[in-house]
């Protein structure tokens, strides 16, 4: 059990070992917190289990988790791989990106998958609580195509906007041939 220190009120934990070592290097958390005279609730509704393969440096006052180098985030059905993520247990969000190599080119961009979707991009933020995001560089298939877009927003757990987009069904990084998109929905 990992000891959890007091965090001022207005929230206080009421559950110390909240946070448990499932093995060497995973490591489940699933804090209950109570806000000053209400009732005590779950931060989220299901255990979000994490690893690295560097380091996971947990901020107890400020109720972060950052981890380094093939990070993997768990939450029901979603999942989410990058070489840097940060966990925020207070706004319910998560930040991803890849981080620069010996020879400074950016690898373990964030792979995020939900249910049967997948997308591979440059950075994302997502909230666990309301599924809505933001996602830079996104490339993902859409039924025979791809999808690449520089800006999408996810809007719902089945919706997205997209700005600045390509629809191919050439599999290259920079496609040969593609439907331009300015915006989509």
Request: overall charge negative; glycine content about 4%.
């Amino acid at each position: 059990s990992v000891e959890i220190p007091e965090i001022p009120v207005p929230v206080k934990v009421l559950a110390k070992d909240s946070i448990s070592i499932l093995n060497n290097d995973t490591i489940s958390v699933s804090p209950v917190i109570q806000l000053a005279d209400s009732v005590a609730k779950p931060v989220l509704e299901s255990i979000i289990t994490y690893s690295a393969v560097d380091s996971i440096n947990p901020d107890f006052e400020n109720q972060k988790i950052y981890m380094y180098k093939k990070g993997v985030i768990n939450y029901q059905s979603i999942e989410l791989k990058a070489d840097y993520i940060m966990l925020d247990l207070v706004s319910k969000e998560v930040y991803a990106e890849g981080l620069p190599d010996s020879t400074g080119t950016i690898v373990g961009t964030p792979v995020f998958k939900e249910g049967n979707e997948e997308f591979e991009s440059k950075t994302m933020r997502y909230n666990f609580e309301t599924q809505k995001g933001i996602i830079t560089d996104v490339k993902t298939t859409q039924g025979d195509g791809f999808v690449h877009s520089d800006l999408t927003k996810k809007i719902s757990k089945d919706e997205f906007v997209l700005e600045k987009g390509k629809y191919t069904t050439c599999d290259a990084e920079h496609p040969h041939f593609y439907l331009r998109m300015t915006k989509a929905k």
